[in-house]
């Protein structure tokens, strides 16, 4: 441990019994329990809340989570598929080897567009690999994608990629941030789309119904074959895989997000124009996509799904309980206590009158209530889990309308608020700190004539106002009153007005960095947050300072690893210890092992808030057998700060993402130890 740190460490340990959970918030002034400070030989000064620390052995632990099975009866996702011949897989597997030697021949030139290529031989090879081919028709659909990706291939070979610029159902694929798995995508372009015309389209992002079967030769014969429910005059249609069945949410929330940044690079869309709309499955990504990205959106048109996690599992009629800390993970992913930013866009919700997941629509139309909003909610009269007829017409008539009137980029006044700094902005309002977290905070900001603002906040301690229509050229002189308090400030040219409060006081600054380490956006936790950017499973290979702890960290790194692709469909960059360069510290590391089997971890451990010795691991005055526990947690990385580092732990809830998405929840916060008993 860092000599420094010993100096500073505070915690209180409230239980006798065998694993300690915290709650952090690092930068927080409000805590349950005591504040840790820790000074390290090579970080300034870091402040973080351990909160009231509660222990359980983790068969017990195990039960909290394995409560799920009584809330959700659906299959393990994806289900194992049907035994196709021995001949037919065969001839997959020989075509799907000849295609990829195609590809790797012309990998070297790392061409843009090969990934539109790799989605055909990655869906084969998947559906090989994972058994899923569902239907004998499974099988001659892959054949048709093995075609279809060597008839691409030679098109690129002599320099042609007609897809590009072809109308109709076209499956495309990109190289995603995460994990540079290539990730397939579909779009329906206009008959009338003519890449020679200068011209704008309007863009729909549709979400789609859960599907278990839904395997990526499936989705793609689909994105070949099958139009979507809605396609609107001169509208390109963005159809995301979203990473198989998690309701587009963690890595599938990242997979509408680059999809949609994707397709933007490749057609010429109106930013203005683009609308967020699913069904079912696709309903509940609506809805959360739309709240948390409220002002990218033209209008939001959410059907069905679900929008929470304990009303729609009616989860506290079960026993036992939900732990503390998963309740206030829910706000990752509830949407009624942030439906202030649908302020922000317009939403248009449908729901069949029969329909049990019009209690989505319901329950937001209550919280829009509360917000002072009236929800626009068009139902299908004596209709179930579907569009009626009319009432899809009502639909297309509304989102139509607020399509074309566009979104407001530079609107007077913005409403936000959010739960924690990984949902940090909306429209010209961003926000850089958060007085506590999991607690809702809120900011409502006016920007008026003559370089004035109004703003109020609750539970915000750093704040940015811009940037707005008419750019800040350097020379006017800007007036704010927060919270009652009235401020001047000239912020240099394109800058925007950089607020910070200390002591209760808002203070007008030249930098939101902070000299000490404390939660900032994308360095706020939980553990699930170091899954949604660029990460590397480090694997350990030096000798395990217990046996019996480094076979359970090779079972829960394999399981890890397995886990992300069955779930999230990508490969997990996966390196040795010793593989780990300079350029890979710009990755979050998801490091296994103990400071003697990980050599990464070795170089940092002593500036870690824990200590390793051989008969346990310490953390103040509190110690753990060496040969029961295994600490978990997410940190910022010592050698990068601006990056995670993650001990022993995967996505948190890979046990569960097998059952209703609505229960594929973070499971854990920023740390625990762990009982392997």
């Not at 340990?13 to 930068?27: A, E, M, P, Q, V």
């Not at 979203?242 to 990242?254: D, L, P, Q, S, V």
């Not at 404390?518 to 499973?537: H, N, S, T, W």
Request: charged share 20%; net charge positive; proline share 6%.
């Amino acid at each position: 441990m860092c000599p420094h740190s010993e100096n500073y460490l505070k915690t209180v340990i409230k239980d006798s019994l065998t694993i300690s959970k915290r709650w952090g918030n690092w930068g927080s002034s409000r805590a349950p329990s005591a504040i840790v400070r820790l000074k390290c030989c090579a970080w300034p000064l870091l402040e973080f809340i351990r909160s009231a620390q509660y222990t359980f052995r983790m068969r017990r632990f195990l039960a909290l989570l394995l409560a799920a099975p009584v809330l959700a009866t659906a299959a393990n996702a994806p289900p194992a598929g049907i035994l196709i011949s021995k001949k037919d897989r065969a001839e997959l597997s020989a075509a799907a080897v000849a295609l990829k030697t195609g590809i790797d021949d012309y990998e070297g030139r790392q061409h843009q567009l090969l990934p539109d290529i790799i989605i055909f031989y990655n869906a084969v090879r998947y559906a090989l690999d994972d058994n899923m081919f569902y239907q004998n028709k499974d099988v001659a659909s892959a054949r048709k994608l093995i075609a279809l990706g060597n008839e691409r291939l030679a098109q690129l070979r002599l320099g042609k990629h007609p897809w590009t610029t072809a109308t109709g159902l076209v499956p495309r694929g990109y190289r995603s941030r995460l994990d540079d798995s290539v990730i397939p995508l579909g779009v329906e372009v206009p008959a009338n789309y003519n890449p020679r015309v200068h011209k704008k389209w309007r863009l729909d992002v549709w979400l789609r119904g859960r599907n278990n079967n839904l395997s990526e030769v499936r989705f793609l014969t689909e994105r070949l074959n099958w139009k979507g429910p809605f396609a609107p005059k001169d509208t390109i249609v963005l159809h995301p895989y979203g990473r198989f069945c998690n309701a587009y949410k963690f890595a599938g929330e990242m997979d509408v997000l680059e999809a949609l940044q994707y397709v933007q690079a490749q057609y010429p869309i109106d930013r203005q124009r683009i609308a967020m709309r699913g069904f079912s499955m696709g309903g509940a990504g609506a809805w959360h996509l739309g709240a948390h990205h409220a002002g990218r959106w033209a209008a939001v048109a959410p059907g069905a799904g679900f929008v929470d996690t304990a009303i729609y599992q009616n989860i506290f009629a079960k026993k036992p309980k939900p732990t503390w800390w998963e309740q206030k993970l829910w706000h990752l992913y509830d949407v009624p206590p942030i439906a202030a930013n649908f302020a922000n866009t317009t939403a248009i919700a449908y729901s069949g009158e029969i329909d049990k997941q019009k209690q989505a629509a319901d329950l937001m139309a209550a919280a829009f209530k509360k917000e002072g909003m009236t929800m626009t909610h068009i139902i299908g009269p004596k209709t179930g889990h579907r569009y009626e007829p009319k009432a899809k017409l009502e639909v297309v008539r509304q989102v139509g309308a607020a399509v074309d009137k566009g979104r407001n980029a530079y609107p007077r006044k913005v409403r936000f608020a959010t739960y924690t700094l990984r949902q940090n902005r909306m429209k010209w309002v961003t926000v850089f700190g958060l007085e506590q977290h999991w607690k809702q905070a809120r900011v409502e900001a006016e920007y008026i004539d003559d370089w004035q603002f109004v703003v109020k906040t609750k539970n915000v301690s750093g704040l940015t106002l811009g940037q707005l229509e008419a750019p800040n050229q350097g020379a006017a002189t800007y007036t704010v009153t927060i919270d009652g308090q009235k401020l001047k400030t000239k912020p240099p040219r394109n800058n925007p007005i950089k607020l910070r409060k200390f002591g209760g006081k808002w203070n007008v600054v030249p930098s939101l960095q902070m000299n000490s380490l404390v939660k900032l956006p994308g360095l706020q936790g939980p553990i699930d947050d170091a899954f949604l950017d660029r990460f590397i499973m480090v694997r350990p290979t030096g000798k395990p300072m217990n046996d019996a702890v480094g076979k359970w960290v090779q079972t829960e790194m394999e399981n890890a690893i397995t886990e992300w692709h069955r779930q999230f469909r990508g490969r997990a960059i996966v390196k040795d210890d010793t593989d780990i360069k300079l350029r890979d510290l710009t990755s979050n590391l998801i490091l296994w092992g103990d400071p003697q089997s990980n050599q990464v971890l070795a170089k940092i451990a002593g500036q870690l808030p824990i200590e390793w010795t051989a008969k346990g691991i310490r953390l103040k005055d509190k110690s753990w057998p060496a040969d029961k526990f295994v600490p978990v947690l997410i940190y910022p990385n010592p050698m990068h700060p601006q990056h995670y580092i993650v001990l022993n732990s995967g996505f948190t809830f890979s046990e569960f993402g097998h059952l209703s998405n609505s229960m594929q929840n973070a499971k854990l916060p920023d740390y625990a130890v762990l009982d392997m008993h």
